[in-house]
């Protein structure tokens, strides 16, 4: 069959549609996606760290930071758990061997109480190196 085309020429019935541009574009704007896109890092609830006068950087690279809100909420890797969730994680971290510390960020308000248990259970976990983050 030959098909005559919008000028009376013949059309090839063959014809090819090629897609590389197209498929350039869309890499392109995926990429200019994914670069531009911004990803949420805040924790679950805002803690105010206390100030101190001391200007000392942590350098222990394997740490675990455990949070601690205002009304004595514990949050591990932006996950907001309850005591025992709290000692289970902390417990699977030191068995698992990728966690040397434990970094306490508290809110200046919190309880002492809630400090003392965060470092009681990493204590039982077996993890001996505690930090207190505070802001400079």
């Known amino acids: 069959m030959n098909f005559r085309g919008k000028h009376g020429r013949k059309r090839?019935?063959?014809?090819?549609?090629?897609?590389?541009?197209l498929i350039d574009v869309t890499f392109q704007l995926l990429?200019?996606?994914?670069?531009?896109?911004?990803?949420n890092t805040d924790s679950a609830f805002k803690v105010k760290l206390p100030k101190a006068s001391s200007n000392e950087p942590a350098s222990e690279s394997k740490a675990l930071v455990v949070e601690i809100s205002e009304d004595g909420r514990f949050e591990v890797d932006r996950v907001v758990v309850d005591d025992r969730e709290l000692q289970m994680r902390l417990c699977n971290a030191a068995?698992?061997?990728?966690?040397?510390?434990?970094?306490?960020k508290a809110d200046q308000n919190t309880r002492h109480e809630?400090?003392?248990?965060?470092?009681?259970?990493?204590?039982?976990c077996g993890i001996e190196k505690l930090g207190i983050l505070h802001r400079h």
């Not at 990429?31 to 990803?39: C, D, E, G, Q, S």
């Open 95 to 104: 068995k698992d061997k990728s966690v040397s510390t434990v970094n306490i």
């Open 12 to 21: 090839p019935s063959n014809a090819l549609v090629d897609l590389t541009p």
């Open 114 to 124: 809630k400090v003392v248990q965060a470092m009681d259970v990493a204590k039982l």
């Open 31 to 39: 990429i200019f996606f994914l670069l531009t896109a911004t990803f």
